[in-house]
């Protein structure tokens, strides 16, 4: 299946139960799943009139306790920003799946990592985080969509599935079985009317003075949390590694072929940290990486955007360099292995 | 000797018992003091507290929250028939209300309000229509009246520059799936009695499953009026209401149009 497909499919097997979405390509794979497949496994599918109203009936069906999603493509998402910034404040568990293509505008249908800022800082106003996974297959696409329930209901939180127009556009055998139902979360918070217990209030509105600190530093612990638990990445022949390529989604899969070339190809033993989490990022990963490699290469489908944080993990223990395409362009192999020749050679 | 006489007390007339006694934050002479009570009533009269869901707005009764006992959510501005959506769409069984000002429903709301009139959404929109802005301090709502000065309009409303009033009820009326539109006000004891009637109405339509019900108040707004509230009550019977007739603008029961 696509890998659009196989993140409907992941969510309907995480117990996704409500989705409203709206079209955007390339995406356009998840709603149409969603609308043939949710409403025959006892979920509810809403078109949306638009990003906006998307996310805020998210907004409804979370705070009633139902697992939810919506999916969109960059510009979509920018829309989507002000609920999930609510979504944060409100304490809300909610998965935003973001198959990106290249902007600023209206850009291009191909695809990008353009959104890396968007998504790892949050994206819309106020101090908030939303845990971000990286998938580079389709197997991924289905298991983080599933993930990502499970973070958004562990932390109360809105979670993104960070995609890209090419991992939700290609096809590869997915399996499905170890997607089993999951445990329910206790959401003793939700709206059910208030029989037999004290009215609950979804909000993020803190009027009183003082109040609104509070909840903010209850917020940022919270985040602190995530960072210090939830951190994952994937390293492949990092051991004995010279040189370090980070990269993730699509630019991992490529990166990844690259590092298995000859050796005479390369500039001696290069090794692949793949973030996985997008935020939290695997900082402590990659400077212990950073200690004994001569250099780092970040391989990015933007203008340079996690290379920023890249060099904050790396803080000056080694060179960090960044091979980068925009516009809806990917890098190739080849691209990758005489960047890190000319770099490293 | 002295005569003893049993004498029989019968309470007509109490605080609502899902109304919180505490004051709330409106302005002297609001007209959403009154609405909230009216909807406390009803809330209690239908015995609907314990599934009853409120959505409240972003502008003056954005802390409605504090007032009613019941299950609460907040929406951004403009969004509560889209958060409503959501709601009742995961538990239809549940009462689901939104409570919205002008600016939220017809201004910035205006795509969400349309597109669950027209999903026929089974759920009650209470429209509080003041005609201004009122929490942000008096600026134009999509509702001011032609000639109404505003911090906005400080000329007054002038439409070849910024249109006629939108009339919400007759808007929406068109919509085949919409079910009950009616608009009342506060003005008067017979007013409120009134608009308690349709408001009720729109709520037992929603627990008959009729679907999408709006009740628009016409409601004063003293400080950004610059009135009295008498004077208030006065502007709305004899000027708004031209711009904005009372009544029942739509009621199809249940059943009618074969279309459910």
Not at chain 2, 224 to 253: A, Q
Request: hydrophobic residues 40%.
């Amino acid at each position: 299946m696509s890998g659009n497909e196989a993140a409907a499919e992941g969510a309907m097997r995480a117990g996704c139960r409500f989705y409203a979405g709206y079209p955007i390509t390339p995406q356009n794979e998840i709603i149409a799943y969603m609308a043939d497949h949710l409403p025959l496994r006892g979920g509810v599918f809403v078109q949306a009139e638009s990003e906006l109203a998307a996310i805020n009936m998210l907004y409804g069906a979370s705070a009633a306790g139902v697992r939810c999603m919506t999916s969109s493509s960059s510009p979509g998402v920018s829309l989507k920003q002000e609920g999930i910034s609510y979504l944060a404040g409100s304490e809300l568990p909610a998965v935003i799946v973001n198959i990106s293509r290249a902007g600023p505008g209206l850009g291009d249908i191909g695809p990008s990592q353009g959104d890396y800022f968007q998504t790892t800082r949050g994206g819309g106003h106020g101090d908030y985080r939303c845990p971000a996974l990286a998938p580079s297959t389709v197997q991924e696409m289905a298991e983080f969509t599933y993930l990502a329930f499970e973070l958004a209901d562990t932390y109360r939180n809105p979670v993104v599935v960070q995609g890209d127009g090419m991992v939700g556009q290609m096809m590869e055998p997915v399996a499905l079985d170890h997607l089993r139902p999951p445990r329910p979360h206790q959401k003793p918070w939700a709206l059910t009317g208030a029989a037999g217990r004290p009215r609950n209030i979804v909000r993020s509105f803190r009027g009183v003075k003082g109040e609104l600190e509070k909840h903010n530093i209850k917020l940022q612990e919270k985040y602190d949390e995530i960072k210090r638990t939830e951190v994952r990445c994937v390293k492949i022949a990092c051991e004995e590694a010279d040189v370090l390529v980070v990269a993730y989604g699509t630019c991992a899969r490529i990166a990844r072929e690259v590092i298995a070339w000859p050796p005479r190809r390369l500039p001696g033993r290069v090794g692949l940290l793949r973030p996985v989490t997008l935020w939290p990022f695997p900082c402590r990963q990659i400077a212990e990486l950073a200690e004994r490699v001569r250099g780092v290469l970040t391989v990015e489908m933007n203008a340079g955007q996690m290379v920023e944080d890249v060099r904050l993990a790396v803080e000056g223990r080694c060179p960090v360099h960044l091979l980068r395409r925009m516009g809806g362009a990917v890098p190739t192999a080849r691209e990758i292995a005489d960047k890190l020749v000319a770099l490293f050679g | 000797m002295r005569e003893t006489r049993t004498v029989r007390c019968e309470t007509l007339y109490a605080r609502p018992q899902c109304l919180i006694d505490v004051p709330t934050h409106y302005c002297a002479g609001c007209g959403h003091g009154t609405v909230h009570r009216v909807l406390a009533e009803i809330i209690d009269e239908l015995g609907i507290r314990e599934r009853t869901i409120g959505i409240a707005p972003v502008g003056c009764a954005v802390l409605a929250y504090d007032y009613i006992d019941i299950d609460w959510s907040e929406a951004a501005h403009g969004r509560p028939p889209a958060v409503a959506t959501g709601l009742k769409r995961v538990r239809p069984d549940r009462i689901v209300f939104t409570y919205q000002g002008d600016g939220d429903l017809a201004s910035i709301g205006m795509a969400e309000t349309i597109h669950a009139a027209n999903r026929g959404e089974n759920i009650t929109v209470i429209f509080i229509n003041n005609a201004v802005y009122g929490m942000t301090q008096g600026q134009m709502a999509p509702t001011t009246l032609v000639g109404q000065k505003t911090k906005t309009t400080p000329r007054g409303r002038d439409p070849e520059q910024d249109g006629y009033p939108i009339r919400v009820c007759e808007l929406l009326s068109g919509f085949d799936r919409v079910r009950f539109l009616a608009r009342a006000t506060v003005t008067s004891a017979a007013r409120v009695r009134r608009m308690k009637k349709l408001l009720k109405k729109a709520f037992r339509y929603q627990i008959e499953r009729v679907g999408f019900s709006l009740v628009e108040v016409l409601s004063p707004c003293p400080t950004y009026w610059r009135m009295t509230p008498v004077e208030c009550c006065e502007f709305i019977e004899e000027t708004m209401v031209k711009s904005f007739p009372l009544g029942v603008i739509k009621d199809v029961s249940a059943g009618e149009d074969g279309d459910r």
